[in-house]
DNA sequence: GCAGTTTGTTTACTTGCGGCACAAAGTGAG
DNA sequence: CTCACTTTGTGCCGCAAGTAAACAAACTGC
């Protein structure tokens, strides 16, 4: 925090100061219009309009002068404000159980091209990421697109500051795999352009939701997700990523939500991990688990299809349980004022939301805390998006400094 | 979040911007000189210099520059800074289950009149705010000192953004009492000048803590301490606290940390509140505990005495253990980096500081996060010099505009 | 006493942005 | 269709925060 920032900044460095706040609004579809974003800027109409047309210059977003299809208001039409199309783009790619995915992410978490995921050899990380990166290489290649940085998202805990996976369980690869160093190298080995960042799925699920999707508005948004096997949360407070001082924050698989409950590898008993996933789901219910890359569709299938089924009904109704009982504990730590949920977590709480949410509120301490929002996850490969907007969070900062 | 802020900040509202900035430092320690100030804000020493005379000439801070003792290393001594002792001063109030206290508290944390605590009826927050902010205007009278505004302590959860005590338990109040309005109302009856604010007395003293304590430099900072009856919970981030979307974040006390355990008026068994407080200590103890306001000093008293004995051993032992355990959970959810314990958990880390460290460690999930150092509260009074904080934070944001 | 180092001060100069006046582009009433 | 009205975009002026650069001041060590 301290220690004497010799890096004296000099006014050369500096952009216009408004550019990036300007350019967050428009990336977060906050600002629709010019005259919306000189409000949320709190300046002038000069100065937005200057602030505008240098973000257009930079070839970031679009200005409409001839508006077509009016709001229907008085007064003159205000110019409408939109990500461009052919701008620069962020290379996304996840890791997962079932293989991975690149893809080309614009401003405003539009996906442009995306390479669909290939089961592959998981052991070594290094192949691995290599592949993936060559995938977002020759994405890249055919789109003709500028590249403004890339981030990787992985289903494991990545401690800070070094960027190493701790516990990478569910895809093969060894504890403590340096992943934030080998997808740099790849990066850089392919050529591609800009800063290369590494964090946890279920973090960028919730920074993309926030910013694109279910989240958005939220100032304390917390986000609990499962994979095929396992469980992941996230907290966004005031628009930003928080995940401790060691990256280890809302690492919340551990938690006890069943004190006689099945032994976890943790060495506990009960955890959320083991009561709340899509395993354990399929157990509770009576079915025989398929392969593990297909858990949580088959999982998600049998709550949308069969959910007539007393077997299936009363599986559910335990999950949701355990859930809430692990939902409240968060609450009561955090207040937060909205809730998202995904994977299987998502279809628990489309399947019966009211019971979700009476177990919440009903554990939770303080009627108040215990009535937050549930909600479900609404973005496609959010986590696709939201290591795109780690990339693209050096241009939403200082655009002129980022894109100089 | 949103909604069109018609609030044009007009050039002639804002003052010199890095004023503020500049006043925290020197508050909270961190500018010693104006040559540190120039370097921790980043600006040039003229621009350095202009703001330390502005706050000079505002009558918050003092440059000498006759410095005297210099430092000792080369070139020029640099112009100490530091607090105006006769500068003005915020109220701050407290109350707590044996009694009230007031006390006029200048820039850095410092208390420069305190009246002391007296044992009054406590069925009425009106009547006993009423006694508190008297004295508090006694002092101010007293001292003829400048007042900036007031801050209120209370040992209860306060909800956002209403300002009600949800439970203030310990002190004879009704639950859901409209604390902040009607401390309110009485500071502006007094005839006490600035605004008036309300909180938990666990958040406030993590703030003061954070900015003149045991907790500076901490970017993620978890404090826990117990009254005499009880346990509170706060998280100081990036120096802001974190109080959640409606106040009640970090309200620790219902954490399970024996399942086992005596009952709780929660409604749930071995909770924190019950297992690891005062009273907890003196049954476990074996002691016959005396009067509800002398429960901290008694058990205190204590441990510090008599650790020999095996009664009061094994009863520190067990809250310890038990204190720990609960720490963990907090850790694997916030992972902060540094933990800081007042009341009954301060003089049992300071028993048996490493007996508590291995516990948090061992039930920590990862090896980092478990690691993270404990600490003692250092300041007196913490909660009277973070209410104060409170009341200094508009000063703090824009010395100009708050002093107009 | 003199070179070397670090800090404070003075004097332009740059520049982001507010304020203002005016132009532009729509709506609705008659 | 025209005119009043509303809201938005643009050009111009000026302020003031803060940089940059040159100079002065204060202390150390040889």
């Known amino acids: 925090m301290n220690g004497k920032s010799t890096t004296t900044r000099t006014k050369l460095e500096r952009g216009r100061s408004a550019l990036g706040p300007a350019l967050e609004l428009v990336h977060t579809g906050r600002a629709p219009t010019r005259a919306v974003l000189t409000s949320e800027l709190g300046v002038t109409r000069a100065t937005a309009g200057a602030v505008a047309a240098e973000l257009e210059a930079l070839g970031l977003i679009k200005v409409d002068s001839s508006p077509g299809s009016a709001a229907g208001s008085q007064g003159r039409p205000s110019h409408r404000l939109s990500v461009l199309d052919s701008g620069p783009v962020a290379l996304a790619a996840q890791v997962h159980s079932d293989g991975f995915r690149a893809a080309l992410v614009g401003l405003g978490g539009r996906i442009v091209a995306t390479a669909p995921g290939c089961v592959a050899v998981m052991a070594d990380p290094a192949q691995v990421l290599g592949e993936v990166v060559e ?13 403004v940085g890339s981030g990787l998202a992985v289903p494991s805990a990545v401690a800070e500051p070094e960027g190493t996976a701790l516990n990478p369980l569910h895809i093969a690869w060894p504890a403590g795999a340096p992943v934030r160093e ?10 591609i352009a800009g800063p290369a960042f ?15 999707g279910a989240g958005r508005g939220a100032q304390h948004l917390l986000c609990v997700a499962t994979g095929h096997r396992g469980v992941g949360g996230a907290l966004v407070l005031d628009g930003r990523l928080h995940s401790g001082s060691s ?14 409950g099945r032994p976890c590898h943790c060495g506990g008993r009960g955890c959320l991990d083991v009561e709340t996933d899509p395993l354990a789901f399929l157990v ?4 025989e688990p398929g392969p593990e890359e297909s858990l949580l569709k088959q999982s998600g299938d049998l709550l949308r299809t069969e959910y007539g089924d007393p077997d299936v009904r009363a599986a559910a109704e335990e999950l949701i349980d355990r859930l809430g009982l692990g939902l409240a504990g968060l609450v009561n730590i955090l207040n937060p004022d909205r809730i998202i949920l995904g994977g299987l977590h998502r279809d628990l709480l489309e399947a019966d939301p009211e019971r979700l949410r009476a177990v919440v509120a009903d554990r939770s301490l303080w009627g108040r805390s215990g009535s937050v929002p549930i909600l479900s996850c609404t973005l496609d490969h959010n986590s696709l998006v939201g290591a795109a907007e780690l990339a693209w969070q050096p241009v939403l900062d200082d655009p002129l400094a980022a894109l100089a």
Do not use: K, W, Y
């Open 135 to 147: 995938a977002g290489a020759q994405l890249l290649r055919e789109s003709g697109l500028r590249c």
């Open 182 to 191: 080998v997808f740099s190298a790849c990066v850089r080995a392919a050529g």
């Open 198 to 212: 590494t964090a946890n799925d279920v973090n960028l699920a919730a920074l993309a939701e926030h910013r694109h």
């Open 247 to 260: 990256g280890l924050a809302l690492e919340v698989g551990h938690l006890t939500v069943n004190p006689e």
């Open 284 to 287: 509770a219910a009576r079915r």
